[in-house]
């Protein structure tokens, strides 16, 4: 993990006004008045650090446009921080716009239970996927899952997101090795955590591959408990076999070259 995690967003969904109406000029440069006395952030409402851009809260009917700031959620300490940062924001950010003209109406339909958080803590692996290993594609000897989303970092720069998409053809997998804390024996994490440096990191956070790896991790649970062979061990034809048994899709360690998917859309970004 590096030293500043990168921002946390609370998730929401606002209603109640209709932004063709709406004068996004003088509720910027209203917004951008209240930032510089210090009574709101531009990432209250927008990923922009750098600038006063309520229209991309407004147009999205709030969603994962906000960033929370400092975001370190390594601890209960940390997270509890970032919760109550990120409804102070959304509080703050909630009553100004309300007094704005054609926002008197404003109301949240939804409020995430808590914010969502791209970056805290990774386990020290006995393996670790780096960005060259995730950008070129690496198909590991010990595979037991595919990985698939573009290097998407949050930040407070201007734009306050870095993407690189991957090449079109690369699908890179995941060691089950990087599910293995170092020095442990029969421990298994799954998710976010896995073993990888920051940029692999900020893409294989992703749904999908925090679902694979829990799947891949309940099958070496399962299959170390049946069969008293500890989870490193647990030769990878019969991982395969139960895996493929539940419908999970899984590397092909001997193929030549990787599964034929189109280049990545550049339009997303979590
Ligand atoms: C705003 C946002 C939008 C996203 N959108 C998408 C998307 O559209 N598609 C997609 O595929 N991915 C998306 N992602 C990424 C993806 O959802 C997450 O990276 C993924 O869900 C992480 O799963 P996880 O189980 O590893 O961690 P988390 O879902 O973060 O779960 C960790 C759990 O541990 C709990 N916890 C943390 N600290 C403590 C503690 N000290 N004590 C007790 N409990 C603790 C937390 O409360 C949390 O419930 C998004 C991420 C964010 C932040």
């Given at each position: ?13 606002i209603?109640?006004y ?9 509720i ?6 209240e930032?510089r006395?210090g ?8 990923w922009?650090?750098?600038?006063a ?6 147009n999205q ?6 960033h929370?700031?400092p ?9 509890t ?11 703050r950010?909630f009553?100004?716009?309300?007094a ?5 109406a404003?109301?949240v339909?939804y409020l ?11 386990i ?22 595919y990985?698939?989303y573009?290097i998407?970092?949050h ?5 306050g997101?870095e ?13 089950r ?15 976010r ?5 920051r940029l ?11 679902m ?6 309940g099958?070496?649970?399962a ?8 989870v490193?061990?647990l ?23 990787g599964?034929?998917?189109?280049a990545m ?6």
């Amino acid at each position: 993990m590096s030293d500043e995690c990168q921002p946390a967003t609370l998730v929401c969904r606002i209603a109640g006004y209709d932004l063709a109406t709406l004068d996004l000029d003088a509720i910027n440069r209203a917004f951008d008045a209240e930032v510089r006395a210090g009574r709101l952030r531009y990432t209250d409402a927008s990923w922009n650090a750098d600038r006063a851009n309520v229209g991309a809260w407004l147009n999205q009917a709030g969603q994962n446009i906000n960033h929370i700031h400092p975001c370190n959620a390594c601890d209960s300490r940390g997270k509890t921080q970032v919760e109550l940062a990120g409804r102070a924001s959304f509080l703050r950010l909630f009553r100004f716009l309300r007094a704005q003209p054609g926002l008197e109406a404003l109301r949240v339909e939804y409020l995430a239970a808590e914010c969502g958080v791209r970056e805290s803590a990774t386990i020290v692996g006995k393996a670790t996927v780096t960005t060259d290993d995730f950008t070129g594609g690496r198909l590991w000897d010990d595979a037991v899952c595919y990985t698939f989303y573009p290097i998407d970092l949050h930040n407070l720069s201007p734009e306050g997101v870095e993407i690189q998409l991957l090449e079109e053809g690369v699908v890179p997998t995941v060691p089950r090795r990087a599910l293995l804390p170092a020095g442990s024996r029969n421990l298994l994490t799954a998710g976010r955590c896995i073993a990888s440096d920051r940029l692999a990191n900020s893409a294989l956070r992703v749904q999908a591959t925090c679902m694979a790896t829990g799947q891949v991790a309940g099958a070496l649970a399962a299959l170390a408990t049946q069969t008293g062979i500890e989870v490193e061990e647990l030769p990878l034809p019969m991982v395969d076999e139960l895996l493929l048994a539940h419908g999970a899709i899984i590397p092909e360690r001997q193929a030549t070259a990787g599964p034929a998917y189109g280049a990545m859309s550049p339009l997303s970004t979590v």
